[in-house]
């Protein structure tokens, strides 16, 4: 009998992983972090990144000039498509939008923090925002 997305909240696939895989995609995520703040922040505060085809590519640049091991940088690009598909698998179940819906979702329509949601349009061109939840 298949799971509702709710009773499958508590278990999540990092607790069947490894903890050199789970160690490994956190790595590559405080690196993306890391890398995504210094080169777009210079003295201010860091800010919110915004994620996108030239801050991987920059950032696998970076992963080929700086740390310098094809193999590194392999499992880094797939421990980071593994997080966006997982990214997008939930913000898919969340809000109920088609895959093209969230691909092609503008930025400014998720709204983070307090009450985040995402605002969108259907098919009929009837507005909806559906909350997020963690």
């Known amino acids: ?24 995609y956190r790595d590559t995520c405080r690196l993306l972090l890391d890398f995504g703040w210094r080169s777009t922040c210079s003295s201010q505060p860091p800010g919110p990144l915004r994620p996108g085809r030239p801050l991987i590519a920059g950032f696998l640049q970076h992963l080929r000039t700086e740390r310098a091991k094809g193999t590194t940088r392999n499992a880094r ?16 179940c969340q809000t109920g939008l088609r895959v093209s819906e969230l691909t092609s979702l503008p930025v ?27």
Do not use: I
């Open 1 to 24: 009998m298949a799971r509702s997305p709710r009773s499958c909240r508590g278990s999540s696939r990092a607790s069947q992983a490894s903890p050199n895989t789970v160690a490994a």
């Open 77 to 92: 690009l797939a421990a980071l498509r593994s997080l966006f598909r997982y990214a997008a698998l939930l913000a898919t």
């Open 108 to 134: 400014a329509d998720m709204h983070r923090g307090t009450g985040a949601q995402v605002r969108c349009r259907g098919k009929s061109r009837k507005g909806r925002a559906t909350p997020l939840t963690r």
